[in-house]
């Protein structure tokens, strides 16, 4: 994690921007097909909802790396109490 803050994450491991991208180009199709109003409510519905999941997929991520930085350094700490037993 260091690493990571002092250059740089690198990118986004999980693609979220290639999947939002995706579903916006995913609905353009729509958009030519000359839709009804329900049709329009239900894809883009649909699409927006994954959109939105993508972004809190990503979020809870973002999260999980600092809890898990956590929960790996309460093991170390376990791991080095036992040894000094």
Sequence with gaps: MAYGGAFGGGGDPMFAGF???A???NFIPAVFASPMPIEWEV??????????RVVLAR???ARQR???LDRFRQLK???SRKEGD
């Design 66 to 68: 600092t809890i898990d």
């Design 77 to 79: 700490q376990r791991a």
């Design 43 to 52: 894809v883009g519905s649909i699409h927006l909802l994954f959109i939105v």
């Design 23 to 25: 579903a916006v180009l």
């Design 59 to 61: 979020r809870h991520a």
């Design 19 to 21: 999947f939002q991208i």
